[in-house]
């Protein structure tokens, strides 16, 4: 397969006229079959990165390759390979579910008998079958999103360019999308460049994530690492009474004591794993404990430790 | 690869299904030019008494002007929906598409035509029903009809054209106003020749609008008069020349890839 589904950048760039650098210098490298997490903060541009990657705007500056190809001189090429949801559900208000995969399928210029069949497999496998010809201006935001997604799977891409495709969902559809976006890249290979501002997509998702912020990438990795990166988890235990005079002692054998409002926090030297040895040290002094917390750092963390901002709280780019 | 007539047809298809459900688009440009010409039949019929006027039917005589709303309403018709394209995201998604250019703009409009000429169709069916007989016969009749998917097409493009340009619907629907402007003061209601405020007669005489309504009327009320139907035919072929090669420069910029 070769470059056949990666996609790089070397000092992708895009200014705008009368405007800051959208996206300044930056160097990508996403696997076949990965699922890349691009996460960061209102207007840090990952839109015009995904707009670049998918031909509908020039770069400025650097080059990128999708699927082998150069986005500025092989488009046609790039966009046979690609399919792409974008931040918008771009769908036709007045055509049907179906109507609609059935005018990409011939645009996408699938052979006329594969294209009912196609289109009825993708509203099964996206969940609107039965909503399939009722007017698209009738479904949720979830199904808009669904039938996005579908759209963009009509020829069958190898690399899928998803934008914030969840902002705005509730939990159910989201968690919905996010089943059949890993399922598209376990079981048939699809790489998947995902854009986000929610970190527990990003988290639960993406193999790895890349934290992009005012237009350069500040920080990737897989979430693991880059959570590792800037700190080992800590575990903060609120002591019953009577064994509150010995709890700093005991815990302070796992590593460093760290202020905790509540009780006592230890940052555990030995990552994760410490937390077992804790419970039993505790157990066998006879500490009792009213609350023990294992807090592992976050990708807000790391984009704090990164930018000296918090991502939480940020609206959509 | 899909050939350009099936990506043309595919999407005339889908601008005539569009303009279908809903039912303002469709209703709207078919009731208000008759009611408009029901109400200035009956109040300008004394007009048909004057030393001059061409025909003792008013209603012949206004049968014209629908023909030139239908094309207002086609206008309006294509660049609203290319402007809602271009706002919902619609149109970057066919973006990612082989699909042609021209044949997003042929589509477009040729969905336009269509309706255009269903449009033109009720209006006849209308005025024969209120006994009006074009006098250039079932001929005549034939060269309405391609002069009414003509208007369409063109002025169909001069909205596709401000579409592309604004990527706005409240601004391609803020033309209607203007052209409505040109409808009124053109021949609209009473032949050139019989306006008395000079003013008025010249700037109806100047007005392109009175050579498209001229040409209809022709067909109607006078038989085949090749003036008329060499000037309108050429300002309608000269404005869609013009607002196709507009509207094909424009898109190149929104389908940017």
């Known amino acids: 397969m070769g470059r056949a589904n990666t996609i790089e950048t070397q000092g992708l760039t895009r200014e705008f006229k009368k405007g800051p650098r959208a996206v300044d210098m930056i160097d990508l490298q996403v696997e076949a079959g990965e699922i890349y997490g691009f996460l960061g903060p209102n207007g840090a541009g990952k839109s015009t990165t995904v707009l670049m990657l998918t031909t509908l705007l020039p770069p400025t500056a650097g080059t990128a390759r999708v699927a082998g190809f150069d986005v500025a001189r092989e488009g046609p090429k790039v966009r046979a390979r690609i399919g792409a949801a974008l931040q918008e559900a771009a769908l036709d208000p007045l055509l049907t579910g179906r109507e609609h995969l059935r005018l990409q399928a011939t645009l996408q210029a699938l052979p006329r008998p594969d294209r009912g069949t196609r289109a009825d497999e993708l509203l099964e496998r996206v969940g609107l079958s039965g909503a399939a010809d009722r007017k698209v201006r009738g479904y949720s935001g979830g199904m808009k999103r669904r039938l996005d997604l579908a759209m963009a799977l009509v020829h069958r891409p190898t690399i899928l360019f998803l934008d914030e495709p969840t902002t705005g969902l509730d939990v159910q559809s989201r968690a919905a999308l996010w089943e059949e976006v890993a399922r598209l890249a376990r079981e048939d290979g699809v790489t998947v460049f995902l854009t986000t501002q929610y970190l527990e997509e990003a988290d639960a998702l993406a193999d790895r994530v890349g934290i992009i912020d005012h237009g350069k990438i500040v920080a990737e990795g897989t979430p693991e690492s880059l959570k590792a990166e800037i700190g080992r988890p800590t575990v903060e235990v609120i002591p019953s009474a009577d064994g509150d005079g010995r709890v700093a002692d005991l815990l302070s054998r796992f590593g460093e004591l760290v202020p905790s409002a509540r009780g006592v926090a230890v940052r555990l030297d030995g990552g994760e794993t410490g937390l077992a040895a804790v419970v039993r040290a505790l157990d066998a002094d006879g500490v009792s404990v009213e609350h023990l917390e294992l807090h592992r750092p976050s990708l807000d963390d790391v984009f704090l430790a990164k930018t000296g901002r918090s991502l939480e709280g940020h609206g959509a780019e | ?257």
Request: aromatic share 10%; charged share 10%; net charge positive.
């Open chain 2, 1 to 257: 690869m899909t050939t350009t007539r099936d990506q043309v047809l595919l999407l005339a298809r889908r601008s005539v299904v569009r303009t279908w459900r809903q039912p303002a688009a469709t209703v709207f440009p078919l009731l208000f030019p008759m009611l408009l010409l029901a109400v200035n039949s009956g109040g300008l019929r004394a007009e048909t008494h004057l030393p001059g006027f061409p025909t003792h039917s008013f209603v012949a005589f206004a049968l014209a002007v629908p023909f030139i709303q239908g094309a207002l309403f086609a206008t309006m018709n294509a660049g609203t929906d290319l402007a809602r394209d271009v706002q919902t995201g619609f149109l970057n998604r066919l973006s990612l598409t082989p699909l042609r250019g021209a044949a997003l703009l042929a589509g477009q409009l040729g969905g336009v035509t269509v309706l255009g000429v269903v449009q033109a169709c009720f209006y006849l069916v209308v005025g024969f029903a209120a006994g009006v007989r074009p006098k250039a016969g079932v001929g005549g009749v034939a060269v309405l009809l391609v002069f009414a998917a003509l208007i369409a097409l063109s002025f169909g493009a001069l909205g596709a054209w401000a579409a592309l340009r604004t990527g706005s619907a409240e601004a391609v629907q803020s033309l209607f106003p203007v052209f409505f402007v040109f409808l009124f003061i053109s021949s609209m209601n009473i032949p050139r020749n019989l306006i008395a405020t000079t003013w008025f007669r010249d700037a109806a005489t100047a007005n392109p609008v009175s050579y498209l309504l001229e040409c209809v009327r022709s067909l109607i009320i006078t038989g085949w008069d090749g003036e008329a139907l060499g000037l309108g035919f050429g300002i309608v072929a000269v404005v869609g020349v013009v607002a196709l090669t507009l509207a094909a420069r424009s898109l190149p910029k929104r389908l940017a890839r």
